[in-house]
Structures are given as C-alpha cells and as structure tokens.
C-alpha cells in the first residue's frame, strides 16, 4: 500500500508571504501526483497535477516534483486570506484505481 | 452545470437501519467511487466503479454495498449501519480510467449512526 505524508500544520503565514506545503510518498514507482484543496465544510477540487520532474505553475501556485527524493511540494505565492484552507497531497494506488490521499497540511493565511 | 450530486447530505440514523446514500454524476463519467472522510485518518476509498456493471472494493468497503446499473448512478449502500461507520462521505467521478487522478466530488454527506 502507498503511502503519503503531510505534515498536518497548521501551517500560519502572513498575507502576500509564500505558503509551502510538502509531501513525501513512499511507492518510488509512483507517477502522477496531485494537490487538491478543501475548504472547512467543503468538498476537496484539484487544483494542480503533476507528472514530471521539475516545476509546474499556474497562476500563483507552483508544484514541485523530485522523484529521486520521492518528495512533492505546492508552493503559493502572494498568499491570500481566501487560500486558508487544508491541502491534500494525492498520489495513485499500484492498480492506478483510486487516488491514496495525504491526511492534509491545513494553512491558516493571516491579513 | 456540471457536478456530482450526493443525497442526503445529513442524516442521523439508529444502529441496523438501513441506508442509502445516493450519488448521481451528470457529466458521462465512467469512473466512480466512494470515500469516507475521518479525523486523523483522511480520505479512505471504500468501493470504486471503472463502468456500468463493473465495481471493486478499496480500501474499507467493510459494512458497505454498492452498484452501478446506470452510467450516472453509483449508490452507497448500508444494509446494517454501525456507529463505527459514522463519517463524512464524499461521492467522486472522473471522465476514465485515464483520468482517474483528476476527480470531481460530490458535496458530502455526513452520517450519523446511533
């Protein structure tokens, strides 16, 4: 069974600081990998993917993906109130039938 | 508008009755499943479906039946609640296989089990 691990937090940074959530996963054949968000009370949506070394952005978020290291990382610039939320880190099982989520890094942006 | 949509989205129930909780996607998806959500323990998948007819078991379908006779229609069902099954479930779908890491979820439904 693949593992995914996330530190829970809260991680707190101030308004317009870069948020950096991590995510380390234990299957090194992995091979796609996702953040997805979720607000209080909410249900989580994807908002990046990632499937090659290196960095991948959109917008103000950045993943980052070291498969040597076997470690996943969601970097948000300019951080705003509104992305205080809990990240979950995703990584597919060996059959590629179901995501095996992280237990979530919660990021808590101050104004 | 595109969405997945879960039912009831509350309910509180009594330890042996048993549920449904119904989950309907409305975007031609072929690929469903079904997690549950726990403090501490994050997101577990309990039942997934590639297709019509087609359904598997994931990680915790312990308690838990499922079916999938219409594309859009993945229910959830517990034929003898426990307390122990009482969680935040969320109903997920994605277009296929190829794309199962991309999911859309339904709302939520929180169940109860006295």
């Known amino acids: 069974q693949k593992e995914v691990e996330q530190n829970s937090g809260p991680l707190s940074v101030p308004e317009g600081a870069i948020a950096s959530l991590n995510c380390t996963y234990s299957?090194?054949?992995?091979?796609?990998f996702f953040w997805y968000r979720q607000y209080s009370g909410k249900s989580p949506e994807l908002i990046m993917s990632?499937?090659?070394?290196g960095d991948k952005e959109d917008g103000r978020f950045t993943a980052q993906l070291n498969k040597a290291s076997q470690y996943v990382s969601l970097l948000i610039r300019d951080s705003q109130p509104s992305d205080s939320a809990t990240y979950l880190c995703?990584?597919?099982?060996?059959?590629?039938?179901?995501?095996?989520f992280g237990k979530g890094t919660t990021l808590s942006v101050s104004s | 508008e595109a969405q997945v949509t879960q039912n009831p989205r509350y309910l509180i129930t009594v330890t042996g009755k048993k549920l449904t909780v119904t989950c309907s996607q409305n975007?031609?998806?072929?690929?469903m499943s079904w997690y549950r959500q726990d403090p501490g323990l994050g997101l577990r998948q309990i039942y997934y479906s590639m297709n019509v007819e087609v359904t598997d078991k994931g990680d915790v379908p312990e308690g838990y039946k499922v079916s999938r006779k219409e594309k859009r229609n993945f229910p959830l069902i517990l034929e003898s609640p426990s307390p122990n099954q009482t969680s935040l479930y969320f109903c997920?779908?994605?277009?296929?296989?190829?794309?199962?890491?991309?999911?859309?979820f339904g709302e939520g439904s929180r169940l109860t089990v006295l």
């Open positions: 995703a990584v597919f099982n060996q059959a590629g039938t179901a995501l095996i």
């Open positions: 299957d090194r054949g992995s091979q796609s």
């Open positions: 990632i499937y090659s070394n």
């Open positions: 975007m031609n998806h072929e690929y």
């Open positions: 997920a779908s994605s277009l296929n296989r190829a794309n199962t890491g991309e999911l859309f």
